[in-house]
C-alpha cells in the first residue's frame, strides 16, 4: 500500500533504502518532506551480481549510508536495516522500500521459522487482510515498540522468547562435521570385526569375494547415507537422527515405530561392545592366570564397571564425550598404522611357522579364490561381516547437537563410508597377501629335501603344513583370530585397537540411545513415555534416558545371552536403513513441491532398490529375527496408527495421499456414470455441524463409507464481518466432524442471501464426478412466523435444486434441529466451572503462602481462610444459581432429539410412502439405512396408493418391482382412498394455518385487491387456493393416512410433492410440507431428480 502520496510522510532526505518512518495519519501538518532534488541527474540504484574484485553481490548505496553498511558487515551491528516491518501488537510502523512507505514487508527468514525456534525468533508479517482493506486511520506508535523493534527484540509470544533466553543464557556446545560426525561414524564402523574376523572373512571368501562381500555391505551403507543425506538437507533438522528423520518424511506412524525399536537397538548395542571389550579384558587376564572369580562372572564386573564409566562420560556432557571419542580414534589409527607397518617388517621364523612370510604374489594369489569350510558359504560370511559396516547413523543420531546438520550429515557420513571401506579392503588385501590359511606353527615343519610337498605357496616359502589338511591348526587365516597382532608391528597395540573400538562403540551407543528416545519422547507419540523427554543443562541432556539405557544394558550384560539377540539388533538397525530409503524414495515419488533436498546426489530407484537390499540382507542374515522385526514394527505402527496422534509435519504419505485422490479424480471423470454405481452424495445444509448434529447425523447414515458429504454453511450480512468469521471457523468445523468421526466435509460461503450462498454451493461444490446428486435440509419449523424473503429464500433453495437436477430430501423431527441455545448454556456453565476452578487454586495458594512469623502471621492466614471460604461460597451460589435459573431453559427434549440418530433403533418399521415414481431415489434411501448397523433391525414396509379394484395386482405388481431390485420388505400396503376428502377437523386446521398469509382478494373491490397484490404478492390468492384445493385435500388426506398406518414406525419416508416454480406461493407450498409432516415420527420428504438410481440389469 504506497504512501508516497501522503502529506504527512517525513522523508530523510539521506534515509537509506530500509529506513523506518512513522506515520501518524492524523496528524495535522501541511508540510511536506522530500528528497533534495539537486542540479546532478538522479541516482538510480544497481545490483551487479558480478564482482571481478571480491565475487560477491555489489549493493549501492544512497549518499552517506556506506560507512554504516561497512560497520554492519564488520561489527555485526544491526542498523536501521534490521529493524521488522511489522509490530503484531496493533502497533504499526512502516518500512520505506523500493523508495516508498508501505506495510508491505521485505522477504525476511523469520517470517518463517517455527513458533519454538531455537535458531531465531518467529516474526509475524502482515495478513492478507491488513494489506489489502483500507489503512486504518489514526494509528498510534508507541515509542516503546519502535525501541523494542530497533534493537532487535521479537514480540511474538513468550514461548520463542524463553527458548532465546535460555540459549542466550546456557550456550549450547555445538559440534562440526568433523568431530560431530566423521570421527562418530568412523568409530562406530570400525568395530573388534576389523581387528579379529576380517582375517577369517577374507580366508574363507578369498581376496576376490571378500572386497566382493565388503563391497556389498558398502552399498548398502552407501546407498542408505545418500538418502540420508537428501532428507538431512530438505530442510531443518532437530535431535533425534534416524527417528526424526523417518518420522519427518513418512509420518509418526513408521517414525514412532521405527524410533523406539532403533532407540532400543542401541541400547542393547551398549551391552554388546561392553561384553566385547570384557571379553578382551577376561582373556588378557586369562592369559596372565589373575582371573577374579570365573570368565562368566568377571565379563559381568568389568562390563558394569566398564559401563558405568562409560555413563559418566556421557553424563559430564557432550564435550567429555566429544574428547573420548577423539582420543579413541587416535587410538584406533594408530592400531591401524601399526599393522600396516608390521606388513612390511621382515617376519622372523616363528612367524612364518605361523604363517605369515610378508608380501609375496604366490600368497596373494593362493588366496584369491574361495575355500569355504565348516558349512560356510557365501551370504553365511556376509551376514558374519555386516554388522561391522553398520554404524553410519552415529553423525545423524546427535543432529541436535550440530552445528549445521544439514551440511555435516552428508559430508560427514559419506566420507566416514569411504575411508572406512577403503581400509577393510586395504587390511583384506594386505592380511591376504601376507598371510597363508593353514599354518601348523611349528618352526620345525620346514621342506626337506626329497619330501613330497602339497604345492602350496607355503612350500615355495620353505615349509610344509600339509598335515593341516587332515588335521586342525591353530595358525594360519582359517584358524587364528589373532592375525593382525602377530603381524603387526607391536602387538599390544592391536589389543588397544580391539579396546579403542569397542569403548568407542559403545559410548556411541550409548549417546544414541538416549537421544534418539528423547526426541520420540518429545513428540508424544506414546503418552506412557513422556516422562523421558526432559532434558537437563545445557545441551538439553536427557539424563533420564541415559539411566534408562544404563539399566537395559545392564540387564543385558547380566544375562550375557548376546549370540541369541545379536542379529535381532543387526536386524533392528537394518531395518532403520530400510525405512530411511524408503523415506527418500516415497519422497521423490509423492513430487512434493517442499522436496527439494540441498543434496543432488541421489536417485528415488536407487534408494529403492537400498530399501529393499536391507530387507534382503536381513534375511540372508537370520531369517527368523528378520520376522520378530517386521512383526514387532507392524505391532507398533498398528498401534500408533490406532492412537492418532495429533501431529502434522507435512510428510510425504500426505503428499501422496493428495497425489493418489488427485489421480484417481481425474480417473473418474474419465467414467461415465452408471446407475449401478449411483450413491447419495449430498448437501446437507447444517450450517455448523455441531448446531444441527441430528441432520448430520441422518444424512451421514446413508452417506458414511458410501457416498459424499458436504456439510454447508451459508453466511449472510456485511461482507467483510462474514468472510473474516468464515475463515476463522472452517477449520474449527472439519476437525469437530473429524473429531466426532463424520466421514463429511465442510464448506461455507457469505453471499447476499441464503437462497444465492445455497446457488453457489449447488453449482461449484464437488470434484469432477464426486458432484453432490442430493440436497438435504431440515424443515423450516418457523416459517409462519418468519419474514416473507425468508421463506422465499427456503421455497427457493428446494426450485432451485429441482432446477439443477439435484434430488431433494427435506427431515423433519418433532423437537427441530437446532440446539445452539442448549450449547450457548453449555458453554456458560462450562466457563464458571473453570472460574470456579481458577478460585480455587488461588485460594490453594493462598492457604500454602508463607506468613510472617510469629502468632501474627498465625491470625492473617486464619482470616484469609475464612474470607476464602466466603468467597467460595458465593462463588457456588452464583454457580448454582446459574444451573438452576438455566434448569428450565436446557431443553433436555432437545438434547435427546438431537441425538436419536446416534444410537441404535430397537427392532421396528421404516414406512415407506413411495406414491410417485421419481427414479427410485425414495426406496433407495431407507434400503441404505437398512444396511447400516444401527437400523438393521427396523423391516421395510411399502405403501404405494392404487385402485380398490386392483388391490392384489398393485401388491403383486410392487412386489415384482422390488424383488428385482433385491430390496426386502416386510409387508405391501395399497392405500385407495388418497384422494378422499380430509374430515372437517382436519381440513379447518389447514384453514386456520394458512389464514395469516392469505389475500381475500374477492372480498375486496377490484382497485384494493389490485393494491394488495401488490403490496404483498407472497399471499396466498383465493384463486390459487381454489386452484389448488384438490392438491391441498390431498397433502391433509395424506396426513391423516399417516397418522393411522405410520404413526408407530422409526422412521417415515415419503414422497415430496412438487410446487409448480411461479404458479403456486411459497406460504401455500410450505403449508402443504406442514400439515403433511405433523405429529409424526422423524420424516423424511424425498424426490429423486428423475433419472434412474436403481436398476434390475447385472
Not at 207 to 230: D, E, H, P, Q
Amino acid at each position: 500500500m504506497s504512501m508516497n502520496n501522503s502529506p504527512n510522510v517525513f522523508l530523510d532526505p539521506n534515509a537509506n533504502r530500509f529506513q523506518v518512518n512513522i506515520i501518524n495519519e492524523s496528524h495535522d501538518n501541511n508540510e511536506t518532506s522530500q528528497e533534495d532534488v539537486g542540479s546532478d541527474p538522479p541516482h538510480y540504484e544497481e545490483t551487479s551480481f558480478t564482482d571481478e574484485a571480491h565475487n560477491r553481490l555489489r549493493i549501492s548505496y544512497r549518499q552517506g549510508k556506506r560507512d554504516l553498511y561497512d560497520n554492519f558487515l564488520q561489527n555485526g551491528e544491526k542498523t536501521e536495516a534490521s529493524l521488522h516491518p511489522y509490530d503484531t501488537h496493533t502497533k504499526m510502523y512502516y518500512l520505506q522500500t523500493f523508495g516508498h512507505n508501505t506495510v508491505d514487508p521485505v522477504p525476511k527468514i523469520d517470517y518463517y521459522r517455527n513458533t519454538g525456534s531455537v535458531s531465531g525468533n518467529k516474526l509475524s508479517r502482515p495478513s492478507l487482510l491488513e494489506i489489502h482493506e483500507q489503512l486504518a486511520k489514526n494509528i498510534a506508535v508507541s515509542t516503546g515498540s519502535v525501541e523494542r523493534v530497533a534493537n532487535g527484540e521479537s514480540t511474538t509470544g513468550d514461548e520463542t522468547a524463553v527458548s532465546k533466553e535460555e540459549e542466550n543464557k546456557t550456550g549450547f556446545v555445538k559440534f562440526g562435521w568433523v568431530k560431530g560426525v566423521l570421527v562418530r561414524c568412523m568409530l562406530n564402523i570400525w568395530g573388534v570385526m576389523l581387528f579379529i574376523r576380517l582375517s577369517w572373512i577374507v580366508g574363507q571368501a578369498g581376496i576376490g569375494l571378500g572386497v566382493i562381500i565388503i563391497l556389498l555391505a558398502t552399498m548398502v551403507t552407501s546407498i542408505t547415507g545418500l538418502s540420508t543425506s537428501a532428507i538431512a538437507t530438505n530442510g531443518f533438522v532437530r535431535g533425534g537422527g534416524a527417528y526424526y528423520l523417518i518420522s519427518r518424511s513418512l509420518g509418526p506412524e513408521f517414525g514412532g515405530s521405527i524410533g523406539l525399536i532403533f532407540a532400543f537397538a542401541n541400547a542393547v548395542a551398549v551391552a554388546m561392545y561392553v561384553v566385547g571389550f570384557a571379553e578382551t579384558v577376561v582373556e588378557l587376564l586369562k592369559e596372565s592366570d589373575t582371573l577374579m572369580v570365573d570368565e562368566s562372572n568377571d565379563i559381568r564386573i568389568i562390563g558394569t564397571i566398564t559401563v558405568v564409566c562409560l555413563l559418566s562420560i556421557s553424563v559430564a556432557g557432550m564435550e567429555w564425550e566429544a574428547k573420548a571419542q577423539v582420543i579413541l580414534l587416535v587410538v584406533l589409527l594408530v592400531a591401524i598404522a601399526n599393522f600396516f607397518i608390521g606388513t612390511v617388517i621382515p617376519t622372523n621364523n616363528e612367524k612364518k611357522a605361523r604363517g605369515f612370510f610378508n608380501y609375496q604374489a604366490s600368497i596373494f594369489a593362493e588366496n584369491f579364490g574361495p575355500d569355504f569350510r565348516s558349512g560356510e558359504g557365501f551370504f553365511s560370511v556376509f551376514a558374519i561381516f555386516f554388522p561391522a559396516a553398520t554404524g553410519i547413523l552415529a553423525g545423524a543420531n546427535i543432529s541436535g547437537d550440530l552445528k549445521d546438520p544439514q551440511g555435516a550429515i552428508p559430508k560427514g557420513t559419506m566420507l566416514a563410508i569411504l575411508i572406512t571401506t577403503v581400509a577393510y579392503i586395504g587390511v583384506a588385501v594386505c592380511v591376504a597377501s601376507c598371510v597363508v590359511r593353514d599354518a601348523t606353527g611349528n618352526i620345525n615343519d620346514t621342506v626337506v629335501p626329497g619330501m613330497n610337498c602339497n604345492g602350496s605357496s607355503a612350500c615355495s616359502l620353505g615349509y610344509d603344513f600339509s598335515r593341516c589338511a587332515n588335521q586342525p591348526c591353530d595358525y594360519g587365516l582359517m584358524n587364528n583370530f589373532q592375525v593382525m597382532s602377530m603381524v603387526s608391528g607391536f602387538g599390544p597395540l592391536i589389543t588397544a585397537g580391539i579396546f579403542s573400538a569397542t569403548l568407542s562403540s559403545a559410548l556411541a551407543s550409548l549417546v544414541s540411545a538416549p537421544k534418539v528416545f528423547q526426541a520420540l519422547c518429545k513428540d508424544n507419540i506414546y503418552k506412557g513415555l513422556h516422562f523421558f523427554a526432559k532434558g537437563y543443562g545445557k545441551n538439553n541432556e536427557p539424563i533420564r534416558g541415559y539411566v534408562l539405557t544404563f539399566i537395559i544394558a545392564m540387564a543385558f550384560i547380566l544375562i550375557a545371552e548376546l549370540n541369541t539377540i545379536a542379529p535381532i539388533i543387526s536386524n533392528f538397525f537394518l531395518a532403520s536403513y530400510a525405512l530411511i530409503n524408503f523415506s527418500c524414495f516415497h519422497a521423490s515419488y509423492a513430487k512434493s513441491p517442499g522436496w527439494r533436498p540441498a543434496f543432488r546426489y541421489y536417485n528415488m530407484w536407487v534408494s529403492l532398490f537400498g530399501a529393499l537390499l536391507c530387507c534382503a540382507v536381513m534375511f540372508v542374515i537370520n531369517w527368523w529375527a528378520a520376522l520378530i522385526t517386521y512383526a514387532i514394527e507392524l505391532f507398533l505402527y498398528i498401534y500408533v496408527t490406532y492412537k492418532k496422534p495429533e501431529v502434522n509435519w507435512g510428510s510425504s504419505t500426505q503428499a501422496l495421499y493428495y497425489i493418489n485422490a488427485l489421480d484417481s479424480a481425474l480417473a473418474l471423470t474419465t467414467v461415465e456414470d452408471h446407475v449401478k454405481n449411483f450413491r447419495p452424495q449430498c448437501i446437507a445444509l447444517t450450517g455448523a455441524p455441531m448446531i444441527r448434529p441430528a441432520l448430520l447425523d441422518i444424512t451421514h447414515t446413508f452417506t458414511k463409507n458410501n457416498g459424499l458429504c458436504i456439510c454447508c454453511e451459508v453466511y449472510t450480512g456485511p461482507r467483510k464481518l462474514c468472510v473474516k468469521e468464515m475463515n476463522s471457523g472452517m477449520a474449527k468445523k472439519q476437525d469437530w466432524l473429524t473429531k466426532n468421526k463424520r466421514k463429511a466435509f465442510y464448506a461455507a460461503v457469505a453471499a447476499d442471501s441464503f437462497r444465492d450462498g445455497v446457488k453457489s454451493l449447488l453449482q461449484a461444490s464437488g470434484l469432477g464426478r464426486m458432484k453432490p446428486n442430493t440436497l438435504v435440509i431440515g424443515f423450516k419449523k418457523d416459517w409462519r412466523n418468519a419474514t416473507a424473503t425468508q421463506v422465499e429464500n427456503y421455497v427457493g433453495v428446494i426450485h432451485d435444486a429441482f432446477d439443477f437436477e439435484l434430488g431433494m430430501i427435506i427431515v423433519r423431527i418433532s423437537q427441530g434441529f437446532d440446539i445452539s441455545q442448549v450449547l450457548q448454556v453449555q458453554e456458560e456453565l462450562e466457563k464458571l466451572e473453570q472460574e470456579r476452578l481458577a478460585l480455587e487454586a488461588t485460594i490453594k495458594e493462598n492457604y500454602f503462602e508463607e506468613g510472617k512469623s510469629g502468632i501474627c502471621g498465625f491470625f492473617r492466614k486464619a482470616s484469609a481462610l475464612n474470607i476464602s471460604k466466603h468467597e467460595t461460597t458465593k462463588k457456588e451460589s452464583t454457580i448454582n444459581t446459574m444451573q438452576s435459573m438455566h434448569v428450565g431453559e436446557f431443553n433436555q427434549k432437545l438434547l435427546e432429539a438431537s441425538t436419536q440418530f446416534k444410537k441404535k433403533q430397537g427392532k421396528g418399521t421404516i414406512d415407506i410412502w413411495w406414491l410417485f415414481d421419481d427414479g427410485g431415489l425414495t426406496i433407495l434411501i431407507p434400503y441404505i439405512l437398512t444396511i447400516r448397523k444401527k437400523w438393521k433391525n427396523c423391516k421395510l414396509r411399502i405403501f404405494t396408493g392404487g385402485k380398490v379394484n386392483r388391490i392384489e395386482e398393485e401388491k403383486l405388481v410392487m412386489a415384482s418391482l422390488l424383488s428385482k431390485f433385491r430390496i426386502k420388505f416386510a409387508d405391501i400396503n395399497i392405500i385407495c382412498d388418497i384422494n378422499v376428502k380430509p374430515n372437517k377437523e382436519s381440513w379447518k386446521f389447514f384453514e386456520e394455518m394458512i389464514e395469516p398469509h392469505r389475500l381475500h382478494e374477492s372480498c375486496k373491490e377490484i382497485t384494493t385487491a389490485e393494491k394488495l397484490k401488490r403490496e404483498a404478492p407472497w399471499k396466498i390468492t383465493d384463486a390459487e387456493l381454489e386452484a389448488f384445493k384438490e392438491k391441498s385435500y390431498r397433502q391433509v388426506r395424506l396426513n391423516e393416512l399417516l397418522q393411522e398406518h405410520s404413526r408407530a414406525a422409526n422412521l417415515i419416508v415419503l414422497s415430496l410433492p412438487v410446487a409448480r416454480k411461479g404458479v403456486v406461493s411459497d406460504y401455500l407450498y410450505m403449508a402443504w410440507l406442514e400439515i403433511l409432516s405433523k405429529n409424526l415420527p422423524p420424516i423424511l420428504m424425498v424426490r429423486g431428480n428423475h433419472k434412474n438410481v436403481l436398476t434390475f440389469y447385472s
